[in-house]
């Protein structure tokens, strides 16, 4: 008899869990070979430090060969069919195992003798088009299967078993709320949904998307967004909707808070009707802000925002809106052959020529916008004809 752990409820892809199988081998027997094996779902990491073989509570694993052959395939159990990466994890134990376990069972035992076989493992490295493969698609749930064989050879020299048992199937469940992929993009009036924008010198507003995928069921128990807005950002509650991926307005379904540190929650309503909406079922849900930023802040401004479900808090990437510099002119007038400058703002402020056929120079200072990729820089000056200023005498310096 072989006997494996029952469908057992993982609560996210990280955790941990471990496959049980419990080999019962016959009474009476002066065994000749003994071979375990584990039909193994590849979209579940396999090590080999990670796997276990136990004899009367000690670690035997070692007194045995491990081999892994990679089949893809599809199976039913019930009424759905799996296609997955299969493996076969083969066990076979060792001569001098075998041998132990004759001598301490044998012909002359009615007791039988047992075998353990524990491999601990987690999906967190799987991909989506391998978890796509064991979610059900009424539910929303990955569900993955395990069952395992052992097989008894009646003499050492056998290649064939006398003595052949299959394992009962076991499963475990991931809820169908967990999906960890939560994703940011940031929307100006030229760059739409990029990690990375700038405003450039003349526009202001800029949207955030926050999108998660909820693979849902009946229920969706808990989906929190929270966004710490930058405090130069300026938006409102009014300017926050929720949207699936038929572009169905779900902002109804969450309350929608903006507190004094601009840091911005929605949370889905657990009023008895939100949580079960079908709308809300396999389908990505996105939450959009709109605002605007100050000009010329002439800084780069990260965010990113998280999403909450009933076992993790998943961090969205960061995205980065740009905001040049403001630019400016400075103009300023020499007497002394540009030794000094005055800005002489007003005629009391002036400098004075002492002679009018003297020379003096004027100086304008640009200050260009940071962060500002140029097609073209023009510079001007408005000059009184009075003025005699000779084409050789004008002069463009980069600081």
């Not at 000690?58 to 799996?82: E, H, L, P, W």
């Not at 929720?242 to 969450?254: G, I, Q, R, S």
């Not at 389908?283 to 605007?292: M, Q």
């Amino acid at each position: 008899m072989i006997l494996l752990l029952m469908h057992s409820r993982i609560p996210h892809f990280k955790n941990r869990y471990a496959w049980q199988n419990t080999f019962t081998l016959p009474e009476r027997l002066q065994i000749g070979g003994i071979t375990l094996t584990d039909y193994y779902e590849n979209i579940q990491d396999f090590k080999e430090s990670n796997f276990k073989i136990y004899y009367k509570g000690n670690d035997v694993t070692a007194q045995g060969t491990i081999t892994k052959t990679d089949d893809r395939t599809s199976d039913t159990y019930g009424s759905q069919t799996f296609n997955y990466s299969k493996a076969n994890i083969v066990w076979t134990a060792n001569r001098s195992l075998v041998d132990t376990i004759n001598a301490d069972y044998g012909e002359k035992s009615d007791e039988h003798p047992t075998l353990e076989m524990r491999i601990e493992t987690n999906i967190e490295n799987s991909t989506r088009e391998m978890q796509d493969f064991y979610t059900n698609k009424v539910t929303g749930a990955l569900i993955i299967p395990n069952k395992a064989k052992m097989d008894i050879m009646d003499t050492k020299d056998d290649t064939t078993p006398a003595y052949t048992r299959e394992s009962n199937l076991s499963h475990v469940t991931f809820p169908s709320n967990i999906e960890p992929f939560v994703t940011k993009k940031v929307t100006d009036k030229n760059e739409i949904k990029v990690d990375a924008n700038n405003v450039g010198l003349n526009f202001r507003e800029v949207s955030y998307d926050v999108n998660t995928y909820v693979s849902g069921g009946y229920k969706v128990n808990k989906l929190i967004f929270e966004d710490n807005l930058p405090a130069k950002y300026t938006t409102a509650v009014d300017k926050v909707s929720v949207h699936n991926d038929k572009n169905e307005d779900l902002t109804a379904l969450f309350d929608i808070t903006i507190d004094g540190n601009n840091k911005l929650t929605a949370t889905l309503k657990q009023d008895g009707k939100s949580e079960s909406d079908p709308r809300l079922m396999m389908t990505n849900v996105t939450l959009h802000i709109e605002g605007t930023y100050p000009q010329w802040v002439g800084e780069v401004i990260p965010n990113e925002a998280t999403k909450t479900d009933d076992y993790y808090t998943n961090r969205s990437n960061v995205v980065t809106t740009t905001i040049p510099s403001e630019p400016g002119s400075v103009k300023e007038v020499s007497v002394d052959g540009g030794k000094t400058f005055n800005k002489a703002d007003t005629p009391e402020t002036a400098s004075e020529v002492m002679n009018r056929g003297d020379v003096y120079t004027w100086k304008v200072t640009h200050t260009l916008p940071n962060y500002t990729e140029f097609t073209s820089i023009i510079l001007e000056d408005v000059v009184d004809n009075i003025q005699n200023i000779p084409f050789d005498s004008i002069k463009v310096y980069d600081f």
